[in-house]
């Protein structure tokens, strides 16, 4: 049974606990028997993650590879959307009851700090099975507590400006026009573009504040203090600066407002806008719209007008880790030699799957080498990767979510004209008490 070091849960967890009942999924598996499954040979081992085409396939790749020097190895891979994950694992470790649980699971990154913090012994530590300097340092940052790391780090949510460049020809600029800009210049760019083209700059939907964490990260700042729990809200001058720019974005009248996912990847497969601020991940889904080949390119992401901000942040991405008890060494075991430390593997990822890691040693391969068609010959895995190793590290600390739920309502205040010091201030306070 684990022991804990302290149960701090965000108020999302805590109804993501209420919720889950008994732990049962959409297909019925409540993961249950899988120690009994796999302790009688630790050639095989259990995964809970997400994503059949990503995370899913890349276990998959991982598998087949290490099956080549281990041929009786095996994984079972247990698929589920990413909040029953998160669902299954908190009911297993705020109850104390290890039966169950996998050897491996896959973590959103601003997750991570919350159940490495709220339970002690539960992970078991693989800062000793891979070389951590090898890898970017913001993502081995997500999984660290102590000075113990915790994670293997995957796939990179380092974020770019994807941008229709036809668009910008139109209007007299090009893709270099938007290299090493601020989100000031990159507005008043925009303004220029849809005054001469009628295109919406951008997109977004006011309850996501991705974009917002976005601007923090490149400035090296949360929405939490350093210590991860107390809320820095009122007196976070990279934060104030975020909703000044995102207000002037949706008064000025270049941003295209979406309420769903589908509507999100609508507005830029039909045309309907020119710049896509987001994580890599997005490049599949714009890669859809197979007319548009040789018509979009990727700019680093602007940067706030704050000393020390740069051009490179990061949105999303997941690390993996191990959980302690029976087959702890063995799933440490594989994952240091394929997701840390297989080069080969890392451009496979990237060729396959488009799966850009933090791997600093595979950036060199000739995979993050080629010259994408689509993106108008731009070796696009090249410069996400260098913008990769450029991202600040923050401590996203255990609120991310939470936190952010109290400011989307204060975003929907302030844009509808209320001051924002005061908008600031009242989410500070609602956030102080929430503690």
Request: aromatic share 12%; proline share 3%.
């Amino acid at each position: 049974m684990f022991s804990k070091k302290h149960l701090f849960l965000s108020a999302s967890a805590v109804l993501l606990l209420a919720a889950c009942g008994n732990g049962d999924d959409e297909t019925g598996d409540t993961g249950e028997g899988t120690s009994e499954e796999t302790s009688g040979e630790m050639n095989e081992l259990t995964v809970w993650t997400w994503d059949p085409n990503f995370n899913v396939k890349a276990l998959e790749m991982a598998e087949e590879r290490y099956q080549e020097e281990n041929p009786d190895f095996s994984l079972n891979i247990i698929e589920n959307a990413q909040e029953d994950v998160v669902q299954k694992l908190n009911t297993s470790l705020s109850s104390g009851v290890d039966t169950g649980l996998p050897q491996i699971v896959f973590i959103e990154d601003y997750r991570a700090p919350s159940f490495l913090n709220s339970y002690d012994e539960a992970f078991y530590p693989l800062g000793d099975y891979y070389n951590t300097d090898e890898f970017a340092d913001y993502k081995v940052a997500a999984g660290s507590v102590d000075d113990n790391v915790y994670n293997i780090p995957f796939d990179t949510g380092v974020t770019g400006l994807y941008v229709r460049t036809d668009y910008l020809e139109d209007a007299g600029y090009t893709l270099e026009d938007l290299e090493d800009i601020t989100w000031d210049e990159y507005i008043e760019i925009g303004k220029d573009v849809y005054d001469q083209t009628g295109i919406k700059w951008l997109t977004n939907d006011h309850g996501d504040l991705g974009i917002m964490r976005v601007m923090l990260q490149s400035s090296g700042v949360w929405w939490t203090e350093e210590d991860g729990t107390t809320p820095y809200i009122a007196d976070n001058m990279a934060l104030k600066e975020a909703f000044e720019d995102y207000k002037e974005m949706n008064d000025s009248g270049i941003m295209n407002v979406h309420n769903e996912w589908d509507q999100f990847i609508q507005t830029f497969n039909n045309g309907d806008v020119v710049t896509v601020p987001t994580g890599n991940w997005i490049s599949a889904s714009i890669m859809q719209a197979e007319d548009q080949s040789g018509k979009w390119g990727i700019a680093p992401i602007p940067r706030q007008n704050i000393e020390g901000s740069v051009n490179a942040s990061n949105l999303g991405g997941s690390s993996i880790y191990v959980l302690q008890g029976e087959g702890q060494e063995a799933a440490a075991e594989f994952l240091a030699a394929t997701f840390g430390s297989d080069v080969d593997f890392y451009q496979d990822l990237v060729t396959e799957i488009n799966a850009l890691g933090a791997y600093e040693p595979a950036t060199e391969g000739e995979a993050y080498e080629q010259e994408s068609e689509f993106y108008g010959g731009q070796q696009i895995f090249q410069d996400l990767s260098e913008w990769t190793q450029e991202i600040p590290e923050v401590d996203f600390g255990q609120r991310t979510y939470e936190i952010q739920d109290i400011l989307a309502v204060a975003l929907q205040e302030y844009l509808n004209g209320a001051d924002l010091d005061e908008v600031l201030q009242n989410a500070q306070e609602q956030a102080e008490s929430n503690m």
